[in-house]
């Protein structure tokens, strides 16, 4: 597997591992439950992985020459 890719694993990792680990309602970050804050956090997280996962791999960079 391309090292590359290997960034597509962060979101699948942040968002079915990650609440084990943060499931709680205390404390309370910019008026929300820690939990919905982290999810908020995660989501977000994801949108740049993929957007560096395409900018860095190099099929894109073929089709963009073509």
């Not at 956090?41 to 099929?59: E, F």
Request: hydrophobic share 55%; net charge negative.
């Amino acid at each position: 597997m391309n090292k590359v890719r290997l960034i597509g694993l962060i979101p699948i990792l942040l968002l079915v591992v990650g609440p084990v680990f943060a499931n709680s309602v205390e404390p309370y970050v910019l008026g929300m439950p820690f939990l919905l804050f982290y999810i908020l956090i995660a989501v977000l997280l994801t949108s740049v992985c993929m957007t560096v996962l395409y900018v860095l791999d190099p099929k894109n960079k073929e089709e963009m020459d073509s």
